[in-house]
């Protein structure tokens, strides 16, 4: 069986770097700009993956998608807030957003099982 959270993660940093070689001046303060972005200010860390968790879902970006959920996981986000944020993205976004609900949903679940201590027989 695949493991979606280490796939998406390898692919993602491969082809970040793959893209940060060539040392392009735009793509590279893009990437700055979006990093510190989210990085806490007036608003929380936690607010601001939230925020970024509806706009990718209503953008229908996948990949953002994964993401997002992914650092809500680490920022502490339970499973009910990021199920309300998603709510409201479905409701902003409309029913043309429910496969990439139904991808968010499978992944979050991916994204706690990856988290999820492992037992070992020593």
């Not at 796939?7 to 993602?12: G, K, T, V």
């Not at 060539?22 to 806490?40: E, G, P």
Request: aromatic share 8%; hydrophobic share 40%; with cysteine.
């Amino acid at each position: 069986m695949s493991n979606q959270v280490e796939e998406f993660n390898a692919y993602r940093e491969k082809m970040n770097d793959a893209i940060l070689e060539d040392n392009n001046k735009i793509i590279k303060r893009i990437f700055n700009l979006d990093t510190n972005a989210f990085t806490a200010g007036a608003l929380d860390k936690k607010t601001k993956e939230l925020l970024g968790l509806v706009a990718s879902t209503v953008l229908r970006c996948d990949d953002c998608v994964k993401y997002h959920l992914e650092a809500s996981y680490k920022e502490g986000i339970s499973k009910e807030e990021v199920v309300e944020a998603l709510s409201i993205a479905t409701l902003v976004g409309g029913t043309i957003v429910i496969p990439h609900l139904r991808r968010a949903y499978e992944y979050w679940d991916e994204v706690e099982k990856n988290a999820a201590p492992k037992l070992t027989n020593d």
